[in-house]
């Protein structure tokens, strides 16, 4: 989470939606300070917010979940930065690589798992992400598939005059950029079914090659009832790390300039 006082604005980041890149660009060209976690929620910005810094624009990023998916079993394939085999970053060590995530890349080395096999094995429930957490108290939201562009109307909006733009940060290597090409004909039926409900709500759709595409009356509600437990969880139950972002990160590296000025 990035803040600038001086253009009043707030940025929510969440995973795998370039918040890399916004937060190094609002600290280096908008006077942006580290806020908490990279991936803080607006309920803990509230906790800690004056009532001025309340008003201030908020945005944040959306990208296609598919695509998330896709690149967090890239980054897991190549384990990237060995995130996924630094005890440091583990949970319990107050990091943020869960044991799902550990399961995940086990299954992936120890199976050489393809995609589809991933796939099969960890996404059976509609998917859901800290989206619906965030956008309900967003300003603006920033497509990720048309970033370049929508990143400059949205720093307008919130009062820049001729905003620089966006460097990207933090790019995944070895993924396909056609992501359909993932979601083979063997797993389409389950990709509608956990990715449908998410689309309808946030205005995505499928390719038109893959013809009738409407998740079912129970994966609607399977995902509405998981996306209210998932409010529960992170308001009242869910524990946070409270350590500075692992150094040499860009995250880190903000907190840690903005601690020490």
């Not at 070895?174 to 709500?201: Q, W």
């Amino acid at each position: 989470m990035i803040i600038s006082h001086k253009y009043k604005l707030l940025f929510i980041g969440l995973p795998f939606s370039a918040s890399s890149a916004i937060s190094k660009e609002l600290y280096i060209q908008y006077e942006g300070k580290s806020l908490l976690r990279k991936h803080s929620l607006y309920w803990e910005f509230k906790k800690v917010a004056t009532k001025e810094e309340r008003k201030y624009f908020v945005f944040a990023v959306l990208r296609n979940p598919m695509e998330v998916v896709v690149t967090m079993y890239e980054k897991m394939r190549a384990n990237a930065k060995g995130n996924f085999t630094n005890a440091e970053l583990f949970v319990e060590n107050g990091g943020h690589i869960t044991k799902k995530h550990r399961q995940k890349f086990d299954f992936i080395h120890n199976k050489k798992a393809t995609f589809q096999q991933y796939f099969k094995k960890f996404f059976k429930k509609p998917y859901d992400n800290l989206a619906s957490l965030t956008f309900d108290h967003c300003d603006y939201i920033i497509s990720y598939e048309n970033i370049a562009e929508e990143y400059l109307i949205c720093m307008k909006k919130a009062g820049v005059k001729d905003p620089k733009p966006l460097p990207i940060a933090n790019k995944t290597s070895g993924k396909n950029e056609d992501i359909y090409s993932y979601y083979t004909d063997d797993i389409r039926k389950e990709a509608i079914s956990v990715f449908g409900p998410f689309f309808e709500r946030h205005n995505y759709s499928f390719p038109a090659s893959w013809g009738k595409s409407t998740p079912s009356i129970k994966s609607r509600l399977y995902f509405m009832t998981l996306r209210f437990l998932r409010k529960i969880n992170h308001r009242f139950f869910k524990k946070h790390p409270t350590r500075l972002s692992l150094k040499g990160t860009i995250y880190g590296d903000i907190q840690r300039k903005n601690n020490f000025n």
